[in-house]
């Protein structure tokens, strides 16, 4: 595998949720950087040492507003 994907939301609760797609892998962190640093460390985790080449964080930013 040469990438994996992260759809990263903000939680309810503060701080961002990653979810790796295709892949059983889910992180949280408070900041964006220690999201970075969590993803890493789970991609690192999950695939041992057969890790994908890059790391894609897709982040999804919903607005809700009445009309």
Same mark, same amino acid.
């Given at each position: 595998m040469e990438?994996?994907?992260? /759809?990263?939301?903000e939680s309810?609760? $503060? $701080?961002?949720? *990653?979810? $790796?797609? $295709? +892949?059983?892998?889910?992180?949280? *962190?408070?900041? /964006?950087?220690?999201l970075?640093? *969590?993803v890493k460390e789970a991609v690192h985790c999950h695939f041992e040492d057969n890790h994908p080449k890059l790391i894609r964080l897709h /982040? +999804?930013?919903?607005?809700v507003f009445s009309v």
């Open positions: 990438e994996i994907i992260f /759809l990263v939301e309810e609760e $503060g $701080g961002y949720i *990653a979810k $790796g797609m $295709g +892949v059983s892998i889910y992180t949280e *962190a408070e900041t /964006l950087e220690d970075r640093v *969590a /982040l +999804v930013k919903e607005e």
